[in-house]
């Protein structure tokens, strides 16, 4: 799973580099795409559930699941890449928003608040700690800072398949299980965050989810391992990986 993660990574390393104004998003799904054969792995994504290409492509108010199109990314846009691989039937998992040019200060708020929120709750990924401290740790840094967290959309366990329990909200749920972390458990944890409404609409093409009151929206995610003395974060260069 590291070395599924690893690959995960090195290939959102190429589709950030690529990103500017005047680029059309169906450009990254040809990177990802590539990035696949050379590195001989799977795209994870690529006909999971029916879902067409091998990367999520969302812009601006397009929270999750967005298809690679001929739109053209445009200065001051916001772009989110969610990527997973399949290396010797491991599964890795990973996201990340990009500035497009300058972004307003605003936008730029957000992608640091969105991303601070997947930190703290990975700072909580600990064995003995419960399931509900890494959701408590993500709503309290994105809501404290006057953004909204996603519900319709969570994180979750991975390993041989792509979605595997535990689900991972990125709120405290009521109901949510006091699920004990235990070393050798995979996360894949992923906050979602709007700058208004935490409400979505899922278009007609099926997949892509967009905030409902068409306010910018963020996503991070990290596939996160359990050790016995903390966690490892298995989509990072490895020394910059483990705590």
Known sequence: MREANQL???????????????????????????????????????????????????????????FPSERILKEGDIVSFDMGVVFEGFYSDSARTVAVGKISPEARRLLDVTRASLEAGIAAVKPGKFLKDVSAAVQQVAESAGFSVV???????????????????????????????????????????????????????????????????????????????GHEILSLPPEAAIA
Request: glycine fraction near 8%; hydrophobic fraction near 40%.
């Open 8 to 66: 995960g990574c090195r290939i959102l390393d190429e589709l950030e580099k690529a990103v500017a104004p005047g680029v059309k998003t169906m450009f990254f799904e040809e990177i990802a795409r590539e990035c696949c054969r050379e590195m001989k792995v799977r795209p994870a994504f690529l006909g999971y559930m029916g879902y067409p290409f091998a990367l999520c492509c969302s812009v601006n108010e397009e929270v999750v699941h967005g």
């Open 151 to 229: 519900r319709r959309f969570v994180g979750h366990g991975i390993g041989r398949n792509m979605h595997e329990k535990p689900e991972i909200p990125n709120f405290v749920a009521p109901g949510l299980p006091e699920l004990v972390l235990q070393p050798g458990m995979v996360l894949a944890i992923e906050p979602m965050v709007s700058a208004g409404t935490y409400e979505v609409d899922i278009l007609a093409d099926g997949w892509t989810a967009v905030t409902r009151d068409k306010s910018l929206a963020a996503h991070y995610e990290h596939s996160v391992a359990v050790t016995h003395d």
